[in-house]
């Protein structure tokens, strides 16, 4: 009887460890195209550490439309054009977005909304966890320009506020250059 047993249990463990091996699913990986970069310029919530932090960000998880890591441009049927960019630090988990409404391809002054993520884990020992949108902050964005063609979008821009989560005036200025692709229904 115990060698049935003996038997099963070896049965068991060439089937469990047969199973182990490479994943099917593979890692999701991300591509680098375009870029969204800058300076973050504040103080901490306590106001004892100066802020003064530049990031660059390229990254992005490619067949994910609709969640927040592709770039994509939309035209509506009145012609005005909704753009969605986004480029991120896989690392540390810091992220870029921006939206656009346009009336029209030639318009260099579009609506704008942006919200940001910066992390550092080694900020004068300590971990920076930096947030900023343009939601009740001051944004200007200047040298803008869209290519229907080729779905380059560029610009500079400056977002300056207390509303961040620091809760003091800081201020995130840069540039963005990166290909958007249309989505079409």
Do not use: H, W
Not at 29 to 53: D, F, L
Not at 153 to 163: P, W
């Amino acid at each position: 009887m115990k060698s049935i047993f003996r038997i099963f249990g070896l049965a068991v463990i060439t089937l469990i460890f047969s199973q182990c091996g490479d994943d099917d699913v593979p890692a999701l990986e991300y591509q680098q195209q375009g870029v969204i970069k800058g300076t973050i310029t504040g103080t901490t919530s306590e106001g004892s550490v100066a802020i003064n932090e530049s990031f660059s960000y390229s990254q992005y998880q490619p067949g994910l439309y609709g969640i927040q890591s592709i770039s994509y441009y939309e035209i509506d049927d009145d012609g005005s054009i909704d753009i969605y960019i986004v480029r991120q630090d896989m690392k540390t988990g810091g992220y870029f977005t921006f939206r656009f409404s346009l009336d029209d391809a030639a318009d260099t002054e579009p609506n704008s909304y942006m919200t940001m993520q910066y992390r550092d884990n080694d900020f004068n020992n300590k971990i920076l966890d930096f947030y900023m949108s343009s939601s009740g902050n001051d944004l200007t964005i200047s040298d803008f320009s869209f290519e229907n063609a080729s779905g380059r979008t560029k610009g500079k821009y400056v977002v300056e506020g207390s509303e961040n989560s620091t809760g003091k005036n800081a201020t995130v200025s840069g540039e963005f250059d990166v290909v958007v692709k249309q989505v079409v229904f």
